[in-house]
């Protein structure tokens, strides 16, 4: 089945950076577009990045230049580096394909105090 698995948040300060990262398992990880996603209290999930499986990216505008999205297909895992970041990034971050398939993991939690 499909298992994906969230880790790295943690809480930081403004300014700080973080790497978040997402073991896959149970999809055809090496075929699949791959995506981050957030989701702040009190507001929809929202898209924050995207890794085709030939390594095309693409971004929130919110995030762009201070996010990068990566991928190891050969350990099944996605991978967000996150640098200065900002308050309003506070969010559960989840990994998932894109488009999304409807499984989501636990979501690892990013708190960025001001």
Same mark, same amino acid.
């Given at each position: ?14 300014? /700080?950076?973080? =790497?978040? *990262?997402?073991?896959? +398992?149970?999809? !055809?990880?090496? $075929? ?32 762009? /230049?201070?996010? =990068?999205? *990566?991928?190891?297909? +050969?350990?099944? !895992?996605?991978? $967000? ?34």
């Amino acid at each position: 089945q499909v298992q994906l698995v969230e880790s790295g948040g943690g809480l930081v300060q403004a300014g /700080g950076s973080l =790497t978040l *990262s997402c073991a896959a +398992s149970g999809i !055809t990880f090496t $075929l699949k577009t791959m995506g981050w996603y957030r989701q702040a209290p009190g507001k929809q999930r929202e898209f924050v990045a995207s890794i085709t499986r030939g390594a095309n990216t693409n971004y929130a505008d919110s995030v762009k /230049g201070r996010f =990068t999205i *990566s991928r190891d297909n +050969s350990k099944t !895992t996605l991978y $967000l580096q996150m640098n200065r970041l900002k308050p309003e990034d506070t969010a559960v971050y989840y990994c998932n394909t894109s488009p999304v398939i409807p499984y989501w993991g636990q979501g690892t939690q990013v708190t960025v105090s001001s």
